[in-house]
């Protein structure tokens, strides 16, 4: 299972890594991870487009390999780009040196001083050995669950709807197992924060 909400528990635990940002701004964090892919990505850069909302996607480094164009259509589109791993890896179940040298090789690509762990797992040792590399790493507060296939798509909106508030980093995924509810709740998400007053920042 996961939350919605990131317990706040984890984020005392863990308090140098970024999990929202200012709460006394309208401003919502709309991230990206998993990506480029070509059935989901364009289509996300679309919807972000006509409403005029950028945001930041933690790419990850074989995606951006295997489709070089749509990584140029992120940065061409103005949004921001976080490094996501080479692989994918869980930093649980890698040693260090093994996760540390996926990232920098993802990082030859991704050029930028953003970091999520995947799964959002990673060790104390793992995360200041990057923080000493000065990488910001950016977990969130709002997990839209649109990776999960027994959750309708309306429930997806209705979650992220619920949970956001100022200053939110809010995570969606462009993945193939994604897309029935990202692209369902997505518009739907942003028009209603669109009414409700919130702009949208990059990280
Ligand atoms: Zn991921």
């Excluded at 299972?1 to 317990?7: E, H, K, L």
């Excluded at 309306?154 to 969606?172: A, D, M, P, Q, Y």
Aim: proline share 5%.
């Amino acid at each position: 299972m996961y939350a919605v909400n990131t317990p706040l528990i984890l984020q005392w635990l863990y308090p140098t890594l970024t999990w929202h940002r200012n709460r006394a701004e309208k401003r919502i964090f709309l991230t990206f991870d998993d990506g480029p892919i070509p059935d989901v990505t364009p289509g996300i850069i679309n919807t972000l487009k006509i409403y005029g909302v950028k945001a930041s996607f933690f790419c990850v480094g074989e995606n951006i390999k295997k489709h070089p164009d749509l990584f140029d259509s992120l940065i061409e589109n103005g949004h921001r780009i976080g490094n996501h791993t080479y692989n994918h890896l869980n930093g649980w179940k890698t040693v260090d040196e093994t996760y540390l040298e996926n990232i920098a090789r993802c990082q030859q690509l991704t050029q930028t001083n953003l970091f999520r762990p995947p799964y959002g797992r990673g060790t104390r040792s793992q995360y200041a050995r990057l923080q000493q590399e000065k990488y910001n790493i950016v977990m969130w507060d709002v997990l839209s669950g649109d990776f999960d296939s027994r959750l309708t798509p309306e429930k997806c909106l209705r979650n992220v709807i619920k949970h956001t508030r100022n200053g939110s980093i809010v995570v969606f995924h462009d993945s193939i197992r994604a897309i029935p509810r990202v692209t369902y709740a997505l518009p739907r998400a942003i028009e209603h924060w669109l009414k409700a007053g919130y702009t949208f920042g990059v990280l």
